[in-house]
């Protein structure tokens, strides 16, 4: 017979923060609440591959989902259609160009709702500041069309969400995301979840536990990403 799920660690307001080993949680992974979003509480949930994730009016939730979705270059699924629109181009990248921009846009236009709350947008541009964030754009002219953004700490890379308003330009910042940071030393890109539309493109899973021993070996490695220049690579031949 199964046990009771685990009950989360109730983090203090105030003060040091330790959050509990993931791997004694459930599927969900809801591990802790409460707590604060400053830079230092951010960056240890991270490295123990726990990420905050809830909506505005509610106390932080923080998680650690089991199986944890990836990509990397050698899943990565560029369809035929979208090499096409690659090289038919029309779009330019950019790297930290509008950080704050492109968060504030993931959190828009989502009629179920959105995680991307003030106080998140305040937290993760403390840390954009700091060079643990950063973001990549798509652009047609002067126009946004698309985004993305992550947490990284050392070999590892955190995608959090991302938003487009123009078709095909979602996947052309995947695209660009995956190439550029693996060939700038990134050893693990975390999506998180493996929704329809990141399988599309080739996101996969693997056990928590896993995720978590790879983890531990990338985030000591020495990468730095500040002055990455976003690129389609490959894709683009």
């Not at 230092?40 to 650690?64: C, D, N």
């Not at 989502?110 to 991307?116: A, M």
């Not at 698309?146 to 050392?154: D, E, L, N, R």
């Not at 487009?164 to 940071?181: C, G, N, P, Q």
Request: glycine content about 10%; aromatic content about 10%; charged content about 20%.
């Amino acid at each position: 017979m199964r046990g009771r799920p685990r009950a989360p660690v109730v983090l203090p307001l105030t003060g040091p923060v330790r959050f509990p080993d993931p791997g004694l949680y459930d599927h969900d992974g809801l591990c802790a609440i409460g707590g604060d979003l400053r830079p230092a509480t951010l960056l240890q949930a991270y490295s123990h591959g726990i990420f905050p994730w809830y909506g505005e009016g509610y106390v932080p939730m923080w998680w650690s989902p089991d199986p944890r979705a990836l990509l990397d270059p050698d899943h990565l699924h560029v369809s035929r259609s979208l090499q096409r629109r690659i090289r038919r181009g029309g779009f330019q990248l950019s790297w930290n160009r509008c950080f704050p921009r492109v968060m504030r846009e993931c959190g828009r236009r989502r009629p179920e709702g959105t995680w991307v709350i003030p106080e998140m947008v305040e937290a993760y541009t403390a840390l954009h500041a700091m060079g643990h964030v950063h973001s990549l754009e798509v652009w047609h002219g002067s126009e946004l069309v698309a985004g993305t953004y992550g947490v990284q700490i050392g070999g590892l890379f955190a995608a959090e969400s991302m938003f487009h308003r123009a078709t095909d330009m979602s996947k052309v910042a995947l695209v660009a995301l995956v190439r550029s940071l693996f060939g700038a030393g990134i050893e693990l890109l975390d999506v998180q979840f493996a929704t329809s539309h990141l399988q599309t493109l080739g996101a996969f899973t693997i056990p928590r536990a896993e995720y978590l021993r790879r983890l531990d070996v990338v985030c000591g490695l020495a990468v730095d990403l500040r002055a990455l220049v976003p690129d389609l690579g490959a894709a683009a031949d």
